[in-house]
């Protein structure tokens, strides 16, 4: 370029900076929104309790899914997560934000049945969201929810739903379509399976 350079070509050196410092500031933001949402789970794990049954208003919550898993064999659950996890790189989806499962309220609501999947997720911004393909979107709604914490492997959380049942019978409470199960605390955070904490949330009518 020095020994050519024009003002044209120089304009044009400086209009690709621009895109490469574009893509980068871009790249940095999605880096400090992984932070700052990892330090807040980090946070949200240390005040936990897990022995009741809490009540709570919560936001609504951008989710990309997996195709519906429910009755999948093995190895085809663990390809459609491998699909998800490729399709959120692809499109920068990963923003330090949760990854969970929901539960349809047929399996939550029936003892033994709680640990049957029928769609896995990944939070993301109502930007990203905005983005993507309609069939992958669902919005968790705002509004009142009863949760449960278990702390142990998240592949068996038949304890906290027994809690949550019984809590939904006391109080005379109609569930929502889904209960939605979310990593606080996973193989990220801590090596030791009996250490992870999972947050289960569903949305209750009085």
Known sequence: YLQER?????????????IWLKKEIRRYERMRRIVINQLALLQTAKELCYD??????????????????????????????????????????NEGGSFGAMTSREDFMRNGQENQTSFYFTSVSMQSLRAMEKSRCHVRPAGHYIIAYQKGDYMDLSLAYQKLRAYLTEHDLQPGSYAYEESILEDMSTPEPEEYVTRIAIPVQT
């Open 52 to 93: 009741e049954v809490q009540e709570e208003e919560l936001p609504a919550a951008c989710l990309i899914l997996t195709k519906n898993v429910h009755g999948l064999r093995e190895a085809e659950e663990m390809q459609e997560l491998q699909e998800h996890e490729n399709y959120c790189l692809q499109h920068e989806l």
């Open 6 to 18: 024009t003002p044209e070509r120089f304009a044009d050196l400086l209009q690709e900076q621009q």
